[in-house]
């Protein structure tokens, strides 16, 4: 049975439509995780079956020819499938799923008679060769091509595609309900500066893995999680196999039932095995490089970890993605981001480009110069919520504004000898001082998430067990000491 479209749906449909009418022979249409692109895929195949046309969709895996193939044929359509020697292979039907692979290696020796009439082109925003020499045939002989994207911002796209067709936001499905919302924490910046890019203009994969592989980097991504998504099932993306293990490691070794998987393993059954085990519940942390964003669809998952720092919009767009399918018992994801993506690439109800990269600018297509008029994220130095607002919708914590440091007296609140950290902390002294921090957050109506970042700020580095230390009074030291930290935090805001 075809179920009924949603309103943007049938508005993609029929802008689509009347682009083809005004001679747009190679739309894009940008379809976000949760906005149904099969069921559009579909509705426009039905459309064109009508009036009996052939038409194709090419898919770029084995994986998503299955999917492909059970939805069309759900929806009552004849479907014959053009991959290796697959079982469906029948050319006389209207509605053909084809793999790029395999339709690539045919298509000179096809003939037009069997030729599509209309060509759906899944994940669009990769495009081999074989796509691009089918789509010249196709502009070349009248044929329509719909490209569909939740992430249509490739350099050079638009010198194949002449329209990009957009209907629906991330922002706008969150706000319907068909996605949950998403909170962002930053609680790290690392520092890349030399890190070496790589000829897709990204990060080296090992040289990012260096600075992230870092032993307190580490350690930090399991405390934070332990702090903000306790319980929830996560998915951690690593910068490269051994980091993502060595991470994998670290939950377990905190008694986490977590998992590791990779692309380039051989074992295609060990990994299902392990994504199925993610998706019961029986594994609560799965860790991966790059192999969890496309195709990988757990609706559970309630946490994504960014522990893989990149500059592409698309990746980072994919990585959020992961956790905001709705789900029962699920009110939303968190994202705890570890590697400045949210405030490099934007929160996930960010604006997206509104435009297909015409391959000739050089700009990229990062936010810095995508949205200048748009207020900019940036994380909560209490807690590492990142938002745009000035008081920090999570904890609470209210940045000083910068009048306030010319009306204290500085140098009274500057680091002296007897308020100075410690080169080396004991562990009674650290919890003392935390418990001194918590006790003034409490006091102030924030959240103890303050406390352990200013403790960390100022000592280095935070207690153990941080939920079973008691808050005590501040003292005159440490009041001094917050005092400091506020101004400090202050200039750095000023500054920048
Ligand atoms: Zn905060």
């Known amino acids: 049975m075809t179920q009924e479209l949603r309103t943007y749906q049938s508005e993609a449909l029929s802008q689509l439509r009347q682009g083809i009418r005004q001679g747009s022979m190679a739309q894009l249409l940008m379809a976000p995780t949760g906005s149904g692109k099969t069921t559009i895929a579909s509705a426009i195949k039905q459309g064109a079956c009508a009036k009996g046309k052939k038409a194709f969709f090419i898919v770029d895996s084995l994986e998503l020819v299955d999917q492909a193939v059970k939805r069309f044929m759900d929806d009552g359509m004849w479907v014959g499938v053009i991959q290796g020697d697959h079982i469906m292979t029948n050319y006389a039907a209207p509605v053909q799923v084809a793999t790029i692979q395999t339709l690539g290696r045919r298509w000179r020796q096809m003939p037009d008679s069997i030729r599509p009439d209309l060509l759906i082109i899944d994940e669009a925003h990769v495009l081999h060769q074989a796509h691009e020499d089918i789509i010249s045939w196709c502009k070349d002989n009248g044929v329509p091509v719909i490209g569909l994207s939740a992430t249509p911002f490739r350099k050079g796209l638009g010198k194949i595609f002449d329209r990009l067709v957009v209907t629906i936001t991330t922002a706008d499905l969150m706000d319907d309900g068909y996605l949950c919302r998403a909170k962002c924490y930053a609680p790290n910046i690392p520092n890349l500066k030399g890190v070496k890019t790589n000829s897709s203009g990204d990060w080296d994969a090992d040289a990012v893995a260096e600075v992230m592989g870092e032993n307190g980097l580490m350690g930090d991504v399991v405390e934070q999680w332990l702090k903000l998504a306790e319980g929830r099932q996560t998915i951690v993306f690593a910068a490269n196999v051994a980091h993502s293990r060595a991470l994998c490691d670290r939950f377990q070794q905190v008694g986490i039932a977590a998992a590791h998987v990779d692309g380039y393993e051989t074992d295609k059954e060990g990994r299902t095995e392990k994504i199925n085990a993610f998706r019961r519940g029986d594994i609560q942390v799965l860790c991966n490089v790059a192999v969890l964003t496309k195709g990988f669809d757990a609706p559970e998952t309630a946490c994504v970890v960014l522990a893989r720092p990149t500059k592409s919009l698309m ?64 994380p909560c130095v209490s807690c590492g919520f990142v938002s745009t607002k000035h008081v920090c919708p999570s904890c609470g914590f209210k940045p000083e504004v910068r009048q306030d440091v010319e009306v204290v007296d500085g140098d009274l609140y500057e680091i002296t000898k007897d308020n100075a950290p410690k080169e080396k902390w004991g562990t009674e002294e650290l919890a003392s001082l935390y418990a001194e921090l918590k006790g003034y957050a409490r006091a102030k109506g924030m959240k103890d998430g303050w406390a352990f970042h200013q403790c960390r700020e100022y000592a280095g580095r935070a207690p153990r067990n941080t939920n079973q230390i008691a808050p005590s009074a501040p003292s005159q030291k440490t009041l001094s000491i917050i005092r400091h930290l506020n101004i400090k935090n202050a200039k750095r805001r000023a500054a920048a």
Do not use: F, W, Y
């Not at 767009?317 to 029962?328: D, E, S, V, W």
């Not at 590697?339 to 700009?363: F, I, M, V």
């Open 315 to 378: 990746l980072h767009i994919q990585m959020i993605g992961r956790g905001l399918r709705t789900a029962n018992e699920k009110s939303d994801c968190i994202i705890i981001d570890h590697a400045g993506n949210c405030l490099r690439n934007g929160l996930p109800d960010s604006r997206l480009p509104q435009e297909l990269h015409d391959g000739k600018s050089t700009r990229n297509l990062d936010r810095k110069e995508r949205e200048i008029k748009e207020p900019v994220e940036k």
